[in-house]
């Protein structure tokens, strides 16, 4: 496709369980972000990757969040043992160059832990 | 540690006004500060952009002024549509790998 996609797009996970969020970016992008947005707030940058490698996860709120893009495309969130403050909209983006270009971003996936 | 104050969180405008949104940052090694708009329920999407070396830049409508003295930039949408109503993020880029975003205004474009 022609933008980034994510999927899925609404996930309800049980307190305690893990869940994997999916980021497709826009083929040829070497830099790819995960944010994490609360309602009524601006994105809060999670992680960074430039191709495969994860060159900030300074982001990321604790050790049960997990990021990886072990191709240098596809990447996957890993949340373990979900709480309900990970409730949130996680948002996936790319960019051609490392910050200082525009970045171009999905859709979201809706985490609701109950 | 980087931050980026966005005021106002909300604002009001009739059709056909001006509106205006500032956001100051705090590391002077920020060279990059762009402007998003997010539409309820959509992604995020670039609408403008300054870097350091110029102090504004226009498209249409849309405006950015960058006083790197003050360490502040500021968003203009003169001629405000109904269409222009949305939640706008200024943000900025250090140099490092992270883009941080203010907390967003939502603008209400009244018909």
């Known amino acids: 496709g022609a933008g980034v996609s994510q999927s899925p797009r609404y996930k309800v996970a049980k307190r305690g369980q893990d869940v994997a969020l999916r980021c497709d970016p826009i083929s040829g992008h070497v830099s790819l972000f995960w944010y994490q947005q609360a309602l009524g707030q601006g994105p809060e940058f999670l992680t960074y990757?430039?191709?495969?490698?994860?060159?900030?996860k300074s982001g990321l709120p604790s050790d049960r969040f997990f990021a990886e893009r072990p191709e240098g495309s596809v990447s996957t969130l890993k949340i373990q043992r979900t709480q309900q403050e990970d409730s949130a909209v996680y948002l996936c983006?790319?960019?051609?160059?490392?910050?200082?270009?525009?970045?171009?971003f999905g859709q979201g996936t809706r985490l609701t832990v109950v | 540690g980087e931050n980026v104050e966005q005021h106002p969180s909300t604002l009001s405008v009739q059709e056909g006004d001006s509106a205006v949104i500032k956001c100051t940052y705090s590391?002077?090694?920020?060279?990059?500060f762009p402007w998003y708009k997010q539409e309820l329920g959509k992604r995020p999407q670039l609408i403008i952009d300054i870097r350091s070396n110029v102090g504004e830049k226009k498209d249409q409508r849309i405006a950015v002024t960058l006083n790197k003295t003050a360490k502040h930039f500021s968003l203009h949408i003169t001629e405000t549509q109904p269409e222009d109503s949305a939640v706008y993020f200024c943000?900025?880029?250090?140099?490092?790998?992270?883009?941080?975003f203010g907390a967003g205004t939502r603008l209400f474009v009244k018909a």
């Open positions: 590391d002077s090694a920020s060279n990059y």
């Open positions: 983006a790319s960019s051609i160059g490392p910050g200082d270009t525009e970045a171009f």
């Open positions: 943000a900025d880029y250090t140099g490092g790998f992270k883009t941080i």
């Open positions: 990757f430039q191709n495969e490698a994860q060159l900030d």
